[in-house]
């Protein structure tokens, strides 16, 4: 089946610092993969996506490209802001049950001024 | 622009109660799911429906019950709480155009189960 792992936080890092949170995943057929952001006390939001392998999606100074060949869909940002403090999920939907996105367990970020 | 409105946010309950959070989405979406967030857990599907009169189980829908007799309402019930049914719940929306993606979440409703 489908899964989702990324690494596990929290994250703390201080502003203008370079963020990665590597993300890979298992999947059956060609997925598409997204980053998924929760600010406090809100649900969820799409950050970026990317539908086939080599797209980079981007949003708000994150990026994140899609690599077939590891599996995995990073999500990078070069200089983090206190603003961005949240908790981050990657995600995927694959195949036949594309109506259905399949989580990472996430990953929070604190960047303190 | 409402989008994605749960109710209650909150809301305390005794083991064996029973209670439904509602969702309501108003962008005319075909499909709509119930998750659970649970720490260290992520995000786990409960129920989802692909349209109007249609329920189907996800990954965890054992001591719940939805009903979508509306387009744009989504029902989550719990017939006897249990403390283990403690968490965040969300409800989601997405357009019917494949592999789009995108879901639109609800702010979130917080339920404790004593």
């Known amino acids: 089946g489908n899964s989702v792992t990324q690494m596990e936080g929290p994250v703390t890092l201080s502003e203008e610092a370079f963020l990665t949170i590597n993300c890979t995943y298992t999947a059956t057929g060609y997925p598409s993969l997204f980053w998924y952001v929760q600010y406090p006390g809100e649900g969820l939001q799409l950050l970026l996506k990317?539908?086939?392998?080599?797209d980079k999606g981007s949003n708000k100074g994150f990026e994140a490209t899609y690599r077939k060949e590891t599996t995995s869909f990073h999500l990078e940002k070069g200089s983090v802001q206190v603003s961005d403090s949240a908790v981050y999920f990657c995600?995927?939907?694959?195949?036949?049950?594309?109506?259905?996105?399949?989580f990472g367990k996430g990953t929070l970020l604190t960047v303190n001024p | 622009n409402a989008g994605v409105t749960q109710t209650p946010k909150f809301r305390v309950l005794k083991t064996g109660q029973s209670m439904t959070l509602l969702c309501a989405q108003d962008?005319?979406?075909?499909?709509m799911y119930w998750y659970r967030q649970d720490p260290g857990m992520g995000l786990r599907l409960i129920h989802y429906s692909v349209g109007e009169g249609t329920t189907a189980k996800g990954e965890v829908p054992d001591g719940y019950n939805v009903s979508r007799l509306k387009k744009q309402n989504f029902l989550l019930g719990l017939e006897s709480a249990a403390p283990s049914q403690t968490s965040v719940y969300f409800c989601?929306?997405?357009?019917?155009?494949?592999?789009?993606?995108?879901?639109?979440f609800g702010e979130g409703s917080r339920l404790t189960v004593l």
């Open positions: 990317a539908t086939k392998a080599d």
């Open positions: 995600a995927l939907s694959s195949g036949g049950s594309n109506y259905k996105l399949t």
């Open positions: 989601a929306s997405r357009r019917t155009e494949a592999n789009t993606g995108e879901l639109f």
């Open positions: 962008m005319n979406h075909e499909y």
